[in-house]
């Protein structure tokens, strides 16, 4: 739900009848997710809702679409991003400073490609934790290119292309911490493989945080991660597959194989899976599993990775066969799967009892 130029979105939304955004809103309300993570979703750069998403609860998710039920989300969250934010530096070495390409995050406009968290139970707003303004040169063993970007704009250019956040969510008596984030496609790069190079280091990031690094400093100056004892779920588009794709496979390894992750889930026999998957031919040769797939490319991209010391009950991918009545819902009129039909992305889900 993103668008070139701003409040784009939000105009489309004032509508009722957008079919793409019926389709989606249908499948949130067949998967009924307590708690939800939309990538790409465009809202003000510096944080918060401009209307569109409130548009998109009140004029979609609240009306009943293709025969499913409505569903009701009260605590929502627009977290501030990287994307579209424009550097002090030239970043493509053009010689100018302009979107999307010399943007701390890649896009068009301040909070473009943003994502947006909604959830049944209380987000504690208070005490979310960020680490949007955390440099690339800050990371330790960084995979920055060398020689790429000038000194300028290694001084200043940040490692988060949208934003790493941590968001506790009170459920019951419980706290379920959300660590989100949107790693930037390992693709579009040149022989210095920046983006790829970017990628990898937003994944140890996220292994940092997890790891409650000591070297960390969110963006209100506390140290540190998660705490040891701590309840979490990774959520995130993390573009990056462990057998495919173009991206650099060592940190999404040592992701899915962090001892604090549910090894099963990121890994195992309880790994999201669809029966509809199997019916996509990517046109490049694929050696990863058809049915992990996420991303109509032949990709598994998206990910729901719950802590070890959580209780699983089981996962999917909302990816509907051809004989299912949902089909409809990711295919275009002519029953092809197109990003235009909805999206090039497929909703994972993981079921938790606390």
Known sequence: MSLPEAGAIRQQLLAPDNPRFSKLAAIIQNQRPDILMLCEFD?????????????????????????QQPIDYPYRYCPPTNTGLA??????????????NDAHGFGEHHGHFGFVILSRFPIVLDSVRSWQHLLWQSLPDNQMPVGYYSEAAVSTLRLSSKNHLLVPVKVGDEVLHLICAHPTPPVFDGDEKRNARRNHDELKLLQAIIDDAAYLVDDNGHQGGLKADSKFVVLGDLNADR????????????????PRIYRSVASGRMTPKSLGGRFLRPWQAR??????????????LDYVLPSANLNVLQSGVFWPDKKDAL????????????????????????????
Not at 87 to 100: K, N
């Open 87 to 100: 550097s002090e530096y030239d970043l493509d070495g053009d010689g100018e400073v302009t979107l999307p």
């Open 43 to 67: 809202h003000p750069g510096n944080g918060g809702d401009d209307g569109a998403l409130a548009d998109f609860c009140h004029r979609y998710l609240g009306v009943a679409q293709h025969d």
């Open 243 to 258: 057998q495919d794709g173009d991206g650099m496979k060592s940190a999404i390894s040592e992701l899915l194989f962090h």
């Open 327 to 354: 089909r409809h819902l990711i295919t275009d009129e002519r029953g092809r799967e197109r990003p235009q039909a909805g999206s090039d992305h497929r909703m994972v889900s993981v079921d938790i009892a606390l």
């Open 287 to 300: 050696k990863g599993r058809a049915s992990e797939w996420t991303h109509i490319s032949g990709l598994r």
